[in-house]
């Protein structure tokens, strides 16, 4: 079964401040990991995403994660928060490769990114 | 606009009175399912579907059902809601992959339940 542990319920910064929000991951067999981001009253939006090759992956609004094996870690980063950053942020591993769950995900619990003027 | 649109966004209801939060999306996708989101647990799903008329449990099916008859529509249906069903209901439909590659989630804007 695969599970993810996101460190940190709530995580503040300041504006132009390194994000930094952690994602571990447990999966036996190699994972697609994805970040989701949830604003306000909103669903939930996809930021980026692994599945194979370069493990630094690119997102949109300035974003990336890195995939690290050894560490089974998938931490989203960006370089300098902006105030339209405040929301909340989901990792989540998708099933196995192929078969039967394949498609379903498994998201942490969610870490809260407040970001001060 | 490729989208997945959820009915209603908001919903205040008895226990007891059934209901259903309806579910479309325009992209044709084959697999959807159904999440709840609850304070400090996140999104744990419900129910799934991998094509038309193939549905299966998803980690906390109880007290759920769906139907999958047509590819576009994924209702979730709630026989006699009770309180503990309060929560925000996202759907999400994914295409099926190709080769080693993986498609993402798309998600509703979700539907906020309280029931009384």
């Known amino acids: 079964a695969q599970s993810v542990t996101q460190l940190g319920s709530h ?10 929000l952690r994602c571990n991951y447990s999966s036996s067999v190699p994972p697609y990991l994805f970040w989701y981001v949830q604003y306000p009253n909103q669903g939930l939006q996809l930021l980026l995403k692994y599945t194979t090759g370069a493990t630094l992956v690119k997102g949109i609004n300035g974003f990336e ?22 929301a909340e942020y989901f990792c989540a591993v998708r099933g196995p490769r192929s078969g039967a769950g394949s498609y379903q995900l498994t998201f942490g619990k969610g870490t809260k990114l407040s970001v001060i003027p | 606009e490729a989208q997945v649109t959820q009915n209603p966004r908001y919903l205040i209801t008895v226990t007891g009175k059934k209901l259903t939060v309806t579910c479309s999306q325009n992209m044709n996708h084959e697999y959807m399912s159904w999440y709840r989101q609850d304070p400090g647990l996140g999104l744990r799903q419900i129910y799934y579907s991998m094509n038309v008329e193939v549905t299966d449990k998803g980690d906390v099916p109880e007290g759920y059902k769906v139907s999958r008859k047509e590819k576009r529509n994924f209702p979730l249906i709630l026989e006699s809601p009770s309180p503990n069903q309060t929560s925000l209901y996202f759907c999400a439909s994914t ?19 309280t029931v009384v």
């Open chain 1, 65 to 86: 994660a890195e995939f690290k094996k050894s560490e089974t870690s998938f931490h989203l980063t960006k370089p300098s928060a902006h105030m339209s950053d405040a």
């Open chain 1, 11 to 20: 995580v503040s910064v300041s504006e132009g401040a390194l994000v930094l």
């Open chain 2, 95 to 113: 295409a099926r992959g190709q080769g080693t590659g993986a498609t993402e989630a798309f998600f509703g804007q979700g539907t906020r339940l």
